[in-house]
Each structure stands twice: as C-alpha cells, then as structure tokens.
C-alpha cells in the first residue's frame, strides 16, 4: 500500500510560484496514475491536475492550465505541482492522490489520498 506525503505549501502573495512535492512509499509512483485535488474552505474537492500511469500524459481543470504543471521524478519517487501566478482563488489544502488503474479527473476514481498541504494566497 502506498502512503503519500504532501509538501510545499505556505502563504505567498498573489502572482508568486509554489512547487509543491508529494513523496511517495511503499510502491513506485511510476506504477500509479497520479493527480492533485485542492479544497478550498466550504468547498468540495476538486481535480485540479492530473498525469497519467501509462505515458506520462498531462491534464488540467480549466480554471488552472497554463498555470499549473504537474510532473513526475520516479528516481525520487515523487510528484510535483508548480503552480505559478498564484491568485487568492487558488487558497486551499492541496492533496496528492494515486491509483494503480485509473485515469481520471474523479475523486473516487483514486485510491491512495496523502494529507494535504495549505496554500494560502493573500492579495
């Protein structure tokens, strides 16, 4: 069973960059298909980023392309999010979640969630 760790959250003002790192344990991230979800206050979670098991193909909600880029290293066994020209919309915990099957912008799709890191954007 894989455990997630999220990192890199912190409060930044708006229009600054965030790179944020999720760590993973017990399984290669190269075997999962790998997404970031954020919830912001009174909000539902949300996909915002997603990269695929098999190729390595990105996607993104609408609200954050050209904006966020999610990537992998699987000698570090870990995922990114680089999030640039943050804005106080973008104020949420941000969660890492993996599955070893499926593709997907669906929050149920994915079996393994980390705990989350805050961001916090003021402006």
């Known amino acids: 069973q894989v455990q997630l760790v999220e990192s890199g959250g912190g409060l930044v003002q708006a229009g600054g960059s965030l790179r944020l790192s999720c760590a993973a344990s017990?399984?290669?991230?190269?075997?999962?298909?790998m997404a970031w979800f954020r919830q912001a206050p009174g909000k539902e979670r949300e996909f915002v980023a997603g990269?695929?098991?098999?190729?390595?193909?990105?996607y993104y909600a609408d609200s954050v392309k050209g904006r966020f880029t999610i990537s992998r290293d699987n000698a570090k066994n870990t995922v990114y999010l680089q999030i640039t020209g943050l804005k106080p919309s973008d104020t949420a915990v941000y969660y890492c979640?993996?599955?070893?099957?499926?593709?997907?912008?669906?929050?149920?799709?994915?079996?393994?969630w980390g705990q989350g890191t805050q961001v916090t954007v003021s402006s």
């Open positions: 979640a993996a599955d070893p099957t499926h593709d997907s912008c669906g929050l149920a799709d994915y079996e393994y």
């Open positions: 990269i695929s098991r098999s190729d390595d193909n990105t």
């Open positions: 017990g399984g290669s991230l190269s075997s999962y298909a």
